[in-house]
């Protein structure tokens, strides 16, 4: 049968999966990223888990595979700061060394941009972003039928964009960044400005900024904490706000919001929307941009994504 | 001789010239855009204008149009606020059926983009803007080598992404755009904010909001006037803000200024640049992303660009 390999190199885990030419994944298996000594210890691991996951009846076509910090000409990883690695490290090379077959690298972000592009909720788009709300905020942008990087790769930072002047610190050195307001961080840190400026009761109070989590606020809105919800709301002005100029810069078909804080639902999408609609441009309005959650599963976009390498 | 007919349809004037493969311009006319009762009006003064431009011994390849409100698939203009218009006119049919040649039309802001990528200051890169720095701020993008207009032809709207939350109202219906920052009405409002927040004695003092232009203020400010070089100082960060955005979506090789504030020099230039590598992320700071004023005449680059319809 023939399969390719798909690789997402995360810096808590490494994902593998066998995946069919329409996108089925006939099976799976990881390893702890963080765990690795550097990086010859990672292939170690990476050859072992192929060795496993492929076994004799597999007819492997190919090896895809998304990174933090991959540099997509070279196809090496430079200087990425959640991976145990040396500066450089020699994927491509070394995979086809061992493997004899085509291996291609691409960005994290651009995998699960090709993931949801050819197997998920923008199957067949010329003009869509993937925005992955996590701990941080990640974007795919595809424009003219083309995952758009810029002239070195360092593209479609949708995450770094100044929506505050004089915003809130971001780990980037920039004030403001959307980063700061729209991921699961900047939810918490929403409910701790919150907690500062408002008088509302909140079970949120009793917790520490170290031992909050997204999931607190969330569990706390469900349950109608008014400074829970709140704090949704304004996530969602800040990221409707956001839509509209990446609606105004790219005018794309869809914009698809995946990561745990997309899967807040309503609580989410409801104080977007309405946020949007305000803020779009006239020939925006009526709802004329898309927002849509993700297809796939969120663990499963960057692997799709890395079979669509092999694929297409 | 073999030349390509370019037109610049503009609010106030209509601009012909005929161009060759190189991009020289060999004859040029134009006629008054506003002074026309409808496009029949206009057609008449176009056919006109070209019969005498063209004469026996030029034989005519093609014409190539930029003109705001284009619909670049339809070949029409529709609904444009500043052209003396019907809301819907077959422009390139009407052209096509009158002289049998290939006629094409693009937005303005996309043909003076044309011109720039194609006879001026961004010959062959793959990944550059173009703003237009006038009465607003105009916008063209090329990202992987193509021009980006999102899907239905309605992106790169540069001049309308928030750059201040509840920031300056704008024609375009939201507040804090770019262009009521950035351009010559843009400044102008900056120095009107100083005269009213500041205590600084200035000639500008004396000038009505209707009569002051952005040229009292580029005079005032190489008289050594501390409000007017302020107002240039403040644009200057705004705008080199704006521009470390931009290179965080599309990192281009260079970003082109023209129109009428992008020819201030210095003045402009040396706060943009100052406040682009403060905002800049990291691995856009040294200086990394070019800015870089126009190479073309203000007037030309538009029909260099309808030309350049034809030619490339």
Redesign the interface.
Known sequence: MQLALGIDIGGTSTKLALIDAAGHITARSSFSTSDRADEHDFFRHLFAGIAELVGDSVELVGIGAGAPSANEQQGTIENAANLPFSPKVEFCKTLRERYNLPVTLVKDSNASTLGEWHFGAAKGM??FLLLTLGTGLGCGIV??G?L???????????G??????HGRACG???LGCTETYVSATGLKRTAFELMATTMHDSPLRSLSYDAMSARHIYEAALSGDFLAKKAFAETGEVLG?AL??MA??????AIVLSGGLAMAGDLLFVPTLDSLER?A????KGHKINVIPSALGENDAALLGAAALVWK
């Open positions: 010329k003009n424009a003219n083309m758009l990087g810029g002239e070195y790769g360092h593209g479609g930072e949708a770094h964009i100044c929506v505050q002047p980037c050195g920039r706000r509209a100029d105004a810069w790219f005018e794309p078909a803020h441009l006239a020939f925006h």
